[in-house]
């Protein structure tokens, strides 16, 4: 017959495995989620990537965000584009919700306009020109409107001239609409 002490060791040491294979389970359950979330984040973006005045930098993942509207510019830009959004900004224009919440982004890519190949009436995409960011952080951002503005060439920001020219021209066009052009396409 087993003795009181022996069988209190074995307790305690069946009590220690189990405790390690617990442990070891929610290891390796938990590691891999928050190493998906380190990643999901990204890398920093180096300073020298954001735009002057704002230092907006172009978004991670932007291109697999939601379409909010396509466009079409006129000679002389002769450009198509479309304005997609995070979901913050795919929430606000659903709900129709002015003024946009912090947190909204609004991507605009352009590509000049060229004739399809395939059907002759048809315009496709040709040569990237430009991914324009506006971010809306209403504190970071006050002086203008609640929104940062990031325009990009190459996935380089322009020169500090031209982004100065982006409040002016938001504010003057669009300040029913909380500075923002683009419409939420039907």
């Not at 380190?38 to 907006?56: K, M, R, Y």
């Not at 909204?104 to 009436?121: D, N």
């Amino acid at each position: 017959m087993p003795s009181i002490e022996a069988e209190k060791k074995e307790h305690s040491y069946v009590t220690a495995i189990t405790l390690a294979v617990l442990l070891l389970v929610v290891l390796l359950t938990c590691v891999p989620y928050l190493v998906s979330i380190a990643l999901a984040e990204g890398p920093s973006q180096n300073t020298a990537d954001a735009s002057p005045i704002f230092g907006v930098t172009i978004p991670p993942g932007y291109k697999q965000w939601e379409l909010i509207a396509p466009a079409e510019e006129a000679a002389p830009l002769d450009e198509l584009r479309a304005v997609v959004g995070n979901q913050t900004a795919i929430d606000a224009y659903q709900a129709g919700k002015l003024p946009f919440p912090d947190g909204t982004i609004l991507v605009k890519r352009a590509w000049k306009r060229k004739q399809s190949p395939e059907f002759a009436s048809a315009t496709i995409p040709g040569a990237a020109t430009t991914v324009q960011v506006m971010v809306k952080d209403s504190k970071k951002y006050a002086a203008t409107g609640g929104w940062g503005f990031g325009r990009f060439i190459d996935g380089k920001p322009v020169d500090e001239a031209q982004h100065r020219t982006c409040w002016g021209c938001h504010e003057a066009r669009a300040r029913s609409r909380d500075y923002v052009f683009t419409r939420l396409a039907p």
